[in-house]
């Protein structure tokens, strides 16, 4: 069974970069049927896409947040990493990791349990 | 905002049936069949419920379902259960290496 799970600090200082990363587990990141990706709600919100990208590095970002968001990926550790870049109280979210299937019919079908990173001095 | 438009709440009783709609554009529900469904119950990570308008994935009981009309995606759950109650969010490919979500739709169980 695939699992994701997210992991990084939980509470970031404005002005700095929020750093997250989902390691994949029970599946290969390396897939060919498939892109990761994130997403993001804030608390009492909507969800948000932010990116998604191949086991090849090959990464789609969301064009509002396109100048600030910076997605890898680490096949050797089955896991892809998340930089956010000069954070705001805006950018108080809980994070999700998913599988995106990209490559055919565009749904995100297993996630993450989800990470809550609060933005605050 | 949201890209995609849904109403804040929707509600029914155990046994009735309920529609939730998904408002988009040309650019986005109207021009693609990549609208999919998920549930979210509170504190938890959101599940995949409909894929591709209409598609459910194994494991999801067949009293839900999904249809698309123009550029207004619906999903529909029949025969309500307690368990149902949750908030629902539609999402669909907007071309160009992009995606959007509507807003969300707290399910009440009556």
């Known amino acids: 069974q695939l699992q994701l799970q997210e992991s990084g600090p939980g509470l970031v200082k404005p002005s700095e970069t929020l750093s997250l990363t989902c390691t994949v587990s029970g599946g290969s990141i390396s897939s060919s049927s498939y892109y990761w990706g994130w997403i993001r709600q804030p608390p009492g919100k909507g969800l948000e896409w932010i990116g998604s990208i191949y086991y090849s590095g090959n990464s789609d970002y969301n064009p509002s947040l396109k100048s600030r968001v910076t997605i890898s990926v680490d096949t050797s550790k089955n896991h892809f990493s998340l930089k956010l870049s000069s954070v705001t109280a805006a950018d108080t979210a809980v994070y999700y990791c998913a599988r995106h299937r990209v490559m055919t019919t565009q749904e995100f079908d297993y996630w993450g349990q989800g990470t809550l990173v609060t933005v605050s001095s | 905002q949201s890209a995609l438009t849904q109403p804040p709440s929707a509600s029914g009783s155990p046994g009735q049936s309920v529609t939730i709609s998904c408002t988009g554009t040309s650019s986005n529900v109207g021009g693609y069949t990549y609208v999919s469904w998920y549930q979210q119950h509170p504190g938890k990570a959101p599940k995949l419920m409909i894929y591709?308008?209409?598609k459910r994935p194994s494991g999801v009981p067949d009293r839900f379902s999904g249809s698309k009309s123009g550029n207004t995606a619906s999903l529909t759950v029949s025969g309500l259960q307690a368990e149902d109650e949750a908030d629902y969010y539609c999402s669909s490919y907007a071309g160009s290496s992009n995606w959007v979500f509507g807003g969300g739709t707290k399910l009440t169980v009556l």
């Open positions: 591709e308008v209409s």
